[in-house]
């Protein structure tokens, strides 16, 4: 007995022994390889040696500027397991679980928190690059490949030639202005002027904008003019043409409408680009008081920031691109401004900090004013789109719009069949319109936005041109309230882009979540955390509302009648003239 206990000893040390010798000789190199180690060369896994996280600053980090759009990423083409998944298998056919929920699993245990860099990589912590960027993956995915087809002059909204003819025009009225206001200051700093750059990343996002989107899928300039918008000196601060016109000083009817009596300014940086600097007026954690009416919430620039991520990810493309960034009021904005009635709307605090004011017709007090700590500033800087007279624009009321007097309803709130009305009138009821109508509802319900008044076009591209998801400075007030009235395009026309509606159904699945490639995609900003958890994690819930929605209106009408497939063809049309 005793013998064969030894025995038995003998053989579990033997087994053991062969598990380890496998392990080390053949498992572990294998794993390792498919891990850590990019066949074809040494790791250097997105820019971090051995696979580590990076900081979290880093905007190596995240996915975006890793993907080599329109081809095969660099994770597929080296090894990477990128699952080509098939519509069919996830988002295209219910809900099912993905291969990789263990990865998805582990990705979620290991997830950081948003501006925790240490969490990772003070623990050295190596991850394996499929667990690491949800985002990236994302972007891997079918519906994610490719760019619009071929492009032709007429395609897109600038010519090349009359663009660049601009910008050589305004550079030297720039300059010629510059030396005279030099020369009656005597001044005499050895300032250089303004040299014409035709790669200057803000000229390409205006060369690459086209009829289907601001930027096509596989553009390397939105990285760049990020980054730009993140680091550039500014040479100039003005109020926006809306709050000249609001001031009497500047031409209408050179604007597409005279708007709001906010705190923004345009910036204009060293390379001669422009942005729309909003500042930051509420903290990210911060909710919008109860009693608030939505026209006269807070604008927050962590919206703007957040908003063009979303929009990015949704692959929409309508938000200009949006960077965050600490601003010295001073002399970031106050030294380079040369309206004086902007300069007049500077003091100082008592505190000793430097603060501003929106100067207009109605509330020019300090109370409203904003303040550096003791110059800097947190603020988004939208990137400007061409100007007016190169690029027209359309401003349109919203059909859905609310009533912006505290009792006032519009028809849609107190008619379930206002869409069948808004289907009968041009444009509804011929173009595209409506269904970026519908788009644009989704978008603004995830952030939360019910100040969508009007929406704009560039009018070159006619009426089927894409709508341009300006101004989402009052999204995320609100993480806990799911105002669902902001789908009421969607729930009275029961239509959706069969596109969008694919992906919504792509970001609710375990393997993308649309929370965790947002929080991943954020830390791409200066700003990070841009969003609090419970924003993030709201938009998880709202995605689930949208597609309950949709699926309701499936049951209904059937999935022909609801998910229209672009652009819009004969069958498809005769669904606008359903009956909802
Ligand atoms: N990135 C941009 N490039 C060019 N123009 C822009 C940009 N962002 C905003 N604008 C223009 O400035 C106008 C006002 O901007 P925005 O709506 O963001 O500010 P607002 O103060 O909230 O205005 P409102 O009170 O009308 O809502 C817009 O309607 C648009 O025409
Ligand atoms: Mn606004």
Redesign the pocket.
């Known amino acids: 007995m005793w013998v064969f206990r030894r025995d038995r000893l003998l053989i579990l040390l033997l087994l053991s022994a062969l598990l380890v010798a496998d392990f080390s000789l053949y498992i572990w190199p294998k794993l390792r390889g498919r891990l850590f180690v990019e066949p074809g060369g040494p790791c250097t896994c997105n820019g971090f040696p051995g696979g580590r996280l990076g900081n979290a600053s880093s905007p190596e980090r995240t996915g975006w500027r890793n993907h080599s759009w329109g081809g095969p990423g660099p994770g597929a083409g080296n090894g990477e397991q990128h699952e080509p998944r098939d519509m069919a298998a996830g988002a295209g056919n219910g809900m099912h679980q993905e291969p990789g929920e263990e990865e998805a699993r582990a990705g979620k245990r290991m997830h950081m928190e948003p501006g925790d860099s240490s969490a990772g990589a003070g623990q050295g912590m190596q991850l394996p690059p499929v667990l690491r960027s949800r985002l990236r993956r994302l972007l891997q995915h079918p519906l994610y490949a490719g760019d619009a087809p071929a492009l032709g002059p007429g395609d897109y909204l600038l010519s090349g030639p009359e663009a660049v003819r601009s910008y050589r025009r305004k550079v030297s009225r720039w300059n010629r202005r510059h030396k005279l206001h030099k020369g009656e200051l005597n001044n005499t700093s050895a300032e250089r002027p303004v040299q014409v750059n035709l790669q200057a990343p803000w000229l390409q996002f205006h060369r690459e904008i086209n009829r289907h989107s601001l930027y096509p899928r596989s553009s390397t300039t939105v990285g760049k003019l990020l980054d730009n918008l993140g680091h550039f000196n500014t040479i100039s601060a003005d109020y926006?043409?809306?709050?000249k016109a609001l001031l009497g000083t500047c031409d209408c009817s050179q604007?597409?409408?005279p708007?709001?009596?906010?705190l923004?300014l345009v910036l204009r940086f060293q390379d001669f680009g422009?942005?729309?600097f909003?500042p930051m007026r509420q903290k990210r954690e911060d909710e919008t008081p109860e009693d608030f009416f939505y026209f006269i919430d807070f604008?927050r620039h962590n919206a703007?920031i957040a908003a063009f991520h979303l929009d990015r990810i949704l692959d929409f493309r309508r938000v200009?691109p949006v960077a965050g960034r600490l601003i010295n009021i001073s002399s970031d904005i106050l030294e380079v401004a040369r309206n004086e009635v902007l300069q007049s709307v500077f003091f100082i605090s008592p505190a000793n900090n430097t603060c501003f004011f929106a100067k207009c017709p109605y509330m020019c007090k300090t109370e409203y004013a904003v303040c550096g700590s003791p110059h800097l500033l947190e603020g988004s800087l939208?990137?400007?789109?061409p100007s007016l007279s190169l690029a027209p624009?359309l401003?349109v009321p919203n059909p859905w719009i609310r009533s912006y007097t505290f009792t006032g309803k519009e028809e849609w709130e107190v008619n379930p069949l206002y869409c069948n009305t808004v289907k009968l009138i041009y444009p509804y009821n011929s173009s595209n319109r409506l269904l970026n109508i519908i788009d644009m509802a989704t978008f603004d319900f995830l952030i939360g936005n019910m100040?969508r008044?009007?929406y704009?076009m560039f009018t070159k591209f006619g009426e089927d041109g894409f709508l341009l998801h300006?101004?989402n400075?009052?999204g995320f007030g609100r993480h806990s309230q799911d105002e669902i009235t902001i789908l009421a395009p969607l729930y009275q026309c029961c239509l959706i882009k069969k596109a969008t509606w694919q992906r919504l159904k792509l970001l609710s699945l375990p393997d993308y979540q649309l929370s965790d490639v947002m929080r991943e995609s954020l830390l791409e900003d200066q700003l990070a955390p841009v969003l609090t958890e419970p924003h993030l994690l709201a938009l998880d819930r709202r995605l689930h509302k949208i597609l309950q929605i949709t699926e309701e209106c499936v049951q209904i009408h059937g999935e022909e009648a609801v998910l229209v497939s672009e652009p819009l063809e004969e069958p498809t049309a005769s669904t606008l003239n359903r009956d909802t």
């Open positions: 926006s043409q809306d709050e604007i597409v409408k708007s709001g009596v906010h923004k422009k942005a729309m909003k604008q703007e200009p939208s990137a400007f789109l624009r401003s100040d008044h009007h704009e300006l101004d400075a009052r």
